[in-house]
C-alpha cells in the first residue's frame, strides 16, 4: 500500500520548490523508494532535484503517432520509452508527465500510459506528484487514492482564491483525498488572520506559513539544486516542522 502525497496551486507560488524541500525530507526520514512525477506540462522538478531530463511522457506519446518501429506493437513500444523517461537515482526516482495533448487524437497513446504509469506506481511505497494547477494529470494517473493533497499559494488574495477553487475543484473528481493542507509560502510578513474562506476550506488547523528565504533565489541563480539547502537554512527548518506535522498524523 503505497502512500501518496500532491502538490497543486497557482504557477508561481512556489509549489515545486516546497516539492523538493518534501521530498528531502522524506528521503532524510527514510521514506523510500520514492517516486517523484513531475505532472506539470512546465517540468522542473529535475532542476530543484539537480538531475537531469531525458524526456518526458508527452514526447513519448507523441512518437506512438509516427515513430514506432516495423515489426514493434505500440504497447512494446511505450513501454521501452516510459523506461527510457524514468529517471533512477540512488535516492529517488522521477518521471515528468510534460506538454498537455496536441492536435489530433490520443486515446490510445492516454490509455497505454495510464495503464503504465499505474504499473510503475505499485513499485513504489512512496509518490509524491507535482500538479499543475487544474488537477487534470489525477485523473489520467489512475491515481485515485491520495493520502495528503498539499496546495501551495502565495500571500496574495489571488493566490489564495486559487487554492481554494483547487481544493473545491477536488471535491468533484473521482478520487480519495484522506487530507487537504494549505502552505501559504514566500511570507515577508505573517498576518495576524487569513481570509475567512481560507479557515472554512481548510481548517485553522491546516494552514501553514513558510517565510520567504533568500537562498533559495541565490540558489537557483547559481544553478544549484535546491534540495541540496544547507540543513540551517531558515526554509529547511521551518518546512521540516511543517512536514512533520503533516506526515506524523
Avoid at 44 to 64: C, F, I, K, P, Q
Avoid at 127 to 134: M, R, S, T
Avoid at 157 to 185: D, E, F, W, Y
Wanted: with cysteine.
Amino acid at each position: 500500500m503505497s502512500f501518496a502525497v500532491a502538490l497543486g496551486g497557482k504557477g508561481g507560488t512556489g509549489k515545486t520548490t516546497i516539492s523538493g524541500l518534501l521530498i528531502r525530507y522524506m528521503l532524510a526520514h527514510g521514506m523510500k523508494p520514492l517516486l517523484a512525477i513531475d505532472a506539470d506540462s512546465n517540468s522542473n522538478l529535475n532542476e530543484v532535484l539537480g538531475v537531469s531530463l531525458e524526456g518526458t511522457l508527452s514526447d513519448a506519446r507523441e512518437d506512438m503517432k509516427t515513430k514506432v518501429p516495423t515489426g514493434m506493437t505500440k504497447d512494446v513500444f511505450m513501454e521501452m520509452k516510459l523506461e527510457q523517461c524514468l529517471i533512477e537515482t540512488e535516492a529517488f526516482d522521477l518521471v515528468a508527465m510534460g506538454r498537455p495533448e496536441g492536435p489530433g487524437c490520443y486515446c490510445a497513446a492516454n490509455n497505454l500510459l495510464s495503464s503504465l504509469i499505474e504499473r510503475l506506481i505499485g513499485n513504489y511505497q512512496y509518490i509524491l506528484i507535482d500538479n499543475e494547477a487544474g488537477m487534470e494529470h489525477f485523473s489520467r494517473l489512475n491515481q485515485k487514492d491520495i493520502d495528503l493533497l498539499l496546495l501551495v499559494s502565495d500571500p496574495s488574495r489571488r493566490g489564495l482564491s486559487a487554492a481554494c477553487r483547487i481544493a473545491q475543484l477536488v471535491k468533484t473528481l473521482p478520487m480519495n483525498v484522506a487530507r487537504v493542507a494549505l502552505v501559504v509560502n514566500q511570507i515577508r510578513e505573517t498576518p495576524g488572520e487569513w481570509p475567512e474562506e481560507v479557515y472554512s476550506i481548510f481548517g485553522r488547523d491546516w494552514v501553514f506559513c513558510l517565510h520567504a528565504d533568500p537562498r533559495i533565489s541565490q540558489f537557483d541563480m547559481e544553478g544549484k539544486a535546491t534540495i541540496n539547502l544547507p540543513d540551517d537554512a531558515p526554509v529547511v527548518k521551518e518546512g521540516n516542522a511543517i512536514f512533520e506535522k503533516l506526515l506524523k498524523q
